[in-house]
């Protein structure tokens, strides 16, 4: 028997916790329900519902926020539209400029690439050789027109 490879990609995907399992094998079992939280108008739906609102809750507590202020996406290309397309409208009266990183995710670069096209003007600055961020190279960068700087903390495709 070969010996499996190490997996190292988890940014991709990983294995569920066994506590998160728990919590939410119920909503995937028939017999417990598996309602779509949209759906209020049967028992099922309303369900779904309470549970999706009971973990915006928890997690909102966890981090010191409020509920409202918790928003759920389907992945990270769509929260990184929800972010940097919200806030660059929401901020545009006080300036246009954006600035990232070239290595940024491609979800990133995408939507700056769409804000261009939209009258933003994006600075993408290069890494350092070991892959870091030059803080003095984002600090030249910074303009009174800067409305947003979007880095990852870690790269996971360098």
Same mark, same amino acid.
């Given at each position: ?24 094998? #119920?909503?995937?079992? +028939? ?5 779509? !939280?949209?759906?209020?108008? &049967? ?13 915006? %809750? +928890?997690? !909102?507590? +966890?981090?010191? %926020?409020? #509920? ?14 929800? %972010? ?12 246009? &400029? ?6 940024? &995710?491609?979800? *990133? ?12 003007? *994006? ?5 350092? #050789? ?6 003095? +190279? ?10 947003? *700087?979007?880095?990852? &903390? ?5």
């Amino acid at each position: 028997m070969s010996k499996l490879p190490i997996y190292l990609d988890y940014m991709a995907t990983t294995p569920i916790d066994p506590l998160v399992l728990e919590e939410m094998l #119920p909503f995937m079992q +028939t017999q417990a329900g598996f309602g779509n !939280a949209a759906s209020v108008t &049967h028992a099922y739906g309303i369900a779904a519902l309470k549970a999706v609102e009971t973990a915006r %809750a +928890t997690f !909102a507590q +966890t981090i010191g %926020a409020t #509920p409202e202020s918790i928003i759920f996406t389907s992945g990270a290309t769509e929260a990184t539209n929800l %972010a940097l397309i919200g806030a660059s409208r929401f901020y545009q009266r006080k300036g246009r &400029h954006i600035i990232t990183l070239a290595t940024e &995710h491609k979800s *990133v670069l995408a939507t700056c690439e769409y804000l261009t096209r939209e009258g933003f003007s *994006v600075t993408y600055l290069m890494p350092k #050789p070991n892959g870091l961020l030059d803080l003095e +190279t984002l600090k030249a960068a910074l303009t009174p027109e800067t409305i947003l *700087v979007s880095i990852m &903390h870690v790269n996971n495709e360098i």
